[in-house]
């Protein structure tokens, strides 16, 4: 059980994490997600006593980290591959460390052989790969048998059988009662292990509940419809009519509409009402990835854009066509992972306010954190209103 | 819970309070099982462990070898071509231990080296990071590497003076000049350079960086020596450039060593162990105060 509470981290002017309080529970693998610089490294070392909070406090078992009578014993910790002395045989940078908590050697042995670096027990870790290094540092964290566990981007830089082996490592632990806690950027990944989340962006807050939940909340689910292309009137016609009926239209590049806010049949049914045929009526079911793309939107700190070369050209000459590429499919479109919400184009991810309850309406429309930081709204609240979000929101 | 086969045990309710909880009812967490507990005993750490850990890093890594190798090379490789080309007569008054003394004004170097490297290598490596998880009682940490550290330092040491002490006296104790007792240089010099190589590790856990701390300890060790030269030009500067020249590193080996015949050099002694301890006072108390 890891618990933190009014975690605050400041460097200088710059507040790393605010404010930010959980507790990640035994028997779950829960993941931390965030996006580059939401805080999740500083968090981490926050809850292993490398950085001492600014203010709030984050306990293990009921200890502050650096009070635990036997670290290694109680918390395992991977933070950082490449955290390790390259100079040192990998077997003896595993010894020094079990050597720290009174771990006997042949427990050395012992995890070098479940992580499967026996044969390069010997060899400096130097030369080790990114994925060996992973291995080397999820052994270090298994030395001590303990009740918890955090890794930090653990299948980072792993083969694919590394990847199954760490997926069935973190569910097995946590299967056995431990406390694992894993951060990591590879959602597909997350969806796969991890059945709680915890999702911070800048520092604060965002998100802590189940992945399932999580991604209905959040939810990108939106029905496609697709019009006959030899007539754009029907789409017009079949766009205002559905907005009449409450739901959101967006169109996509193709000449798709994306609608939410309306059930499947509803939507059938409005298209019948203005007989308007359609070639296209599908579901479109939200991945992890979206849900958190959608949630993490406003809280992107490093935004990555096209690279258009302009430093390499010739200078034209004045009044000669510039060159630009087309965009890419979410570059610069707030909107592309998920339409915005009805009446405020752009708000970061305000749930859909039409049709609470309706499939594609993203039916427990639970509290936003960024509106509200008052402490356990129940599910049941009202979504806010579009006045106070705008107030709030960043 | 005390059962291996925490499976088998009840499952406790999982506490509520959770601040920004999306699902108060709980129903998110089935029933998880209850906390593991590992069924081997948990023992409290002590610095008997750091010590066995810092044990393992320090005889792990091969820059430990390199500047032992080459504080043992300088130390008895000149302390023997000197024996060799000097006579029993120019013993007298001074011990037979020497000349160990020239080498160590080199080799001293090397210790100091060794010294900032225990400390600075985890940081430069980010390996600091996995020691102070694995024990984060970090004074136990600094403790162990600065015990580690002395005794290594002060045994190589030790053993490189007294084979010098012993080979010389043995090609030229021939009875004819009554030389000084050599136990006083054997435990002081090798006291004084060790000293030099603890407060390099305190510089390095300091500064925590490989090149920084080791270029302060090299100033610190040089410039003392360099300046009196400049400072003796002017009247109103020449008591501080005595008291420099007075208390410099290589002088005051060369006090232990009685070369000038002097004090033993029992006060500069004093004034490292001053400064060390200073140093190392400094250094716990940024290791415990600041991030890692």
């Known amino acids: ?188 990944e997350m969806a796969l292990t991890a059945e709680h989340l915890i999702v911070i962006g800048r520092g604060q807050l965002l998100a802590d509940m189940s992945v399932k939940d999580f991604i209905s909340a959040n939810s990108a689910d939106f029905a496609r419809v697709r019009t006959p292309d030899t007539d754009p009137q029907q789409r ?111 708000q970061p991810f305000g749930m859909p306010q039409g049709a609470p309850g309706g499939p594609y309406g993203g039916a427990p429309a639970g509290p936003n954190p960024y509106a509200q930081q008052a402490p356990a709204a129940p599910a049941q609240a009202p979504a806010p209103t579009p006045h106070t979000d705008n107030e709030d929101s960043r | 819970m005390s059962t291996p086969h925490p499976q088998q045990a009840p499952a406790p309710v999982p506490p509520q309070g959770a601040p920004q909880q999306a699902d108060p009812s709980g129903k998110w967490q089935g029933l998880p099982g209850a906390a593991y507990t590992s069924p081997i005993p948990i023992k409290r750490t002590h610095l008997g462990n750091a010590l066995a850990s810092e044990w393992t890093k320090i005889r792990s890594v091969r820059s430990t070898m390199w500047t032992l190798g080459i504080f043992l090379l300088l130390v008895i490789g000149t302390g023997l071509a000197i024996a060799a080309n000097t006579e029993p007569r120019d013993y007298a008054d001074v011990p037979y231990t020497l000349p160990a003394f020239f080498g160590l004004i080199l080799g001293q170097i090397c210790l100091i080296t060794l010294g900032v490297l225990v400390v600075s290598s985890e940081y430069g490596t980010g390996m600091i990071r996995t020691t102070m998880t694995a024990s984060p009682q970090r004074h136990r940490v600094l403790a162990a590497k600065f015990l580690i550290f002395f005794l290594v330092a002060y045994v190589v040491s030790f053993c490189a003076i007294g084979l010098v002490g012993l080979i010389t006296s043995g090609m030229h104790e021939d009875g004819s000049v009554e030389a000084a007792p050599m136990g006083g240089t054997l435990l002081k010099g090798s006291l004084y350079v060790s000293l030099l190589g603890v407060l390099a590790l305190a510089v390095g856990a300091l500064l925590r960086h490989s090149a920084g701390a080791i270029t302060a300890m090299l100033g610190l060790v040089l410039v003392p020596a360099i300046l009196p030269a400049f400072l003796m030009i002017s009247e109103s500067m020449r008591p501080i450039g005595e008291k420099m020249l007075d208390y410099n590193a290589p002088n005051s080996l060369s006090k232990i060593f009685e070369i000038d015949g002097g004090t033993g050099g029992t006060s500069q002694l004093w004034l490292l162990i001053g400064v060390t301890a200073a140093a190392i006072v400094g250094a716990f108390i940024r290791l415990e105060a600041r991030d890692v």
């Open chain 1, 236 to 346: 017009e016609k079949l766009t205002a009519a559905l907005t009449e009926a409450g739901g959101q239209v967006l169109p996509e590049q193709d000449g798709a509409l994306r609608v939410t806010g309306l059930p499947l049949p509803r939507i059938s049914d409005v298209a019948h009402g203005a007989s308007v045929r359609l070639w296209e009526l599908s579901p479109h079911q939200a991945s992890l990835e979206e849900a958190y793309m959608r949630m993490t939107q406003g809280a992107v700190d490093y935004r990555s854009t096209i690279d258009q070369r302009a430093g390499l050209q010739q200078q034209l000459p004045a009044g000669a066509p510039d060159q630009f590429a087309p965009p890419m499919p979410g570059q610069d479109q707030p909107g592309w992972y998920a339409p915005p919400p009805p009446q405020q184009g752009g």
């Open chain 1, 1 to 188: 059980m890891i618990e933190a509470v009014g975690l605050t981290k400041r460097y200088g002017a710059k507040t790393a994490v605010y404010n930010l309080s959980f507790q990640v529970r035994p028997g779950t693998v829960t993941g931390f997600l965030g996006p580059n610089g939401s805080g999740k490294s500083t968090t981490m070392r926050m809850i292993l006593g490398l950085d001492n909070p600014s203010a709030g406090h984050v306990t293990i078992a009921g200890h502050p980290y650096r009070k635990l009578p036997n670290a290694p014993r109680h918390v395992g910790a991977l933070l950082d591959a490449k955290a390790v002395h390259g100079g040192r045989h990998a077997r003896n940078h595993l010894l020094c460390l079990a050597q720290l908590s009174g771990i006997p050697a042949r427990r050395v042995d012992e995890v070098l052989g479940v992580v499967g670096l026996q044969d390069v027990a010997k060899k400096r870790s130097k030369g080790f790969s990114l994925g060996m290094g992973q291995r080397l540092g999820i052994a270090s964290a298994l030395l001590g048998d303990p009740q918890v566990l955090l890794f930090d981007e653990p299948v980072n830089g792993l083969d694919p059988e590394g990847i199954l082996w760490v997926r069935n490592l973190m569910k097995q632990l946590a299967a056995e009662g431990r406390t694992v806690f894993v951060s990591s950027h590879l959602m597909s």
